[in-house]
C-alpha cells in the first residue's frame, strides 16, 4: 500500500493578508456564539475564520454559504491558533 501525499499552498506570499486585529479571533463563533473560532471556511482561494469547528461542518454538510462573503463552501479546516 503506497501512499503519495502532495501539499501545495493555496495562495502565494503576496495575497496573503496580515491579521491586523487579533481580538477578532478572541470573539466567539458567528453561529453559536459559544465556541471559539477554529473551523476556517475555504472557498477558492480565500477562507473566513468567523466559525467553530462543528458549526463550520454544519454549514458545508447543509450545502449552506459563508456568512461573511455568502461563496460555496468548498472544505472546513480545524485550525490551531497558538
Known sequence: DCRRTVSAPICTEKEVQ????SKELMK???????RPRNGNIIHGRTAHLVACFTCAKRLKKGRS???VCKKQIQMVVKTFIT
Open 65 to 67: 454559504v459563508c456568512p
Open 28 to 34: 466567539p463563533c458567528v453561529v453559536c456564539l459559544k
Open 18 to 21: 496580515p491579521l491586523e486585529n
